[in-house]
């Protein structure tokens, strides 16, 4: 079982940046995929972006693709998402998942941290 843990959330002004981490322990298996999901309440979750744990092979949803970054650090423990140029329609509970899929579909994902919100707003 995979334990994960976001944090760096907030408030941020249109046209801000925020880094969120997402910190795994546990059964962490090499080949493990992790991915930032968000979710606005009253819609479906959507896939932001992934990477494959053990060859940093990286995939971005559409609305990521352009101003958002994810990483893992070189213990692969914790996963970051560098997110620039934020827009009020970023705003959202972002949730980072581990599967064994390297996919944005979030039915595939097993394992869930509790999420943190973050808000863009001037």
């Known amino acids: 079982q995979v334990q994960l843990v976001e944090s760096g959330g907030g408030l941020v002004q249109p046209g801000g940046s925020l880094r969120l981490s997402c910190a795994a322990s546990?059964?962490?298996?090499?080949?493990?995929?992790i991915a930032w999901f968000r979710q606005v309440p009253g819609k479906a979750r959507e896939g932001v972006a992934c990477?494959?744990?053990?060859?940093?092979?990286?995939s971005y949803g559409d609305s990521a693709k352009t101003r958002f970054t994810i990483s893992r650090d070189g213990a692969k423990k914790t996963v970051y998402l560098q997110m620039n140029i934020l827009k009020p329609e970023d705003t959202a509970v972002y949730y980072c998942a581990a599967g064994k899929w390297f996919t944005l579909h979030d039915q595939l994902y097993n394992s869930w941290g509790q999420g943190t919100q973050v808000t863009v707003s001037s």
């Open positions: 546990g059964s962490i298996l090499e080949d493990y995929v």
């Open positions: 990477i494959q744990v053990s060859d940093g092979r990286l």
